[in-house]
């Protein structure tokens, strides 16, 4: 599927052989793709920055 250039972008990532290894075994429990799995945990991850950040205001 593309991507939908109005509010989406395509990024990569270089990571280290074991560590792809063990996000594609976590990606395939939880049923998603490896990029879904990375896209999810990018928006958990920044949610709750974004919290953090506004609890400290």
Known sequence: MG???ADQVNASVVLQKD??????AIASQQKRSIS???????EERLV??????ASNK
């Open 3 to 5: 991507i939908n250039p």
């Open 19 to 24: 560590v792809y290894e063990r996000l594609k």
């Open 48 to 53: 709750h920055e974004e919290e953090k950040i």
């Open 36 to 42: 879904k799995q990375i896209a999810f945990w990018v």
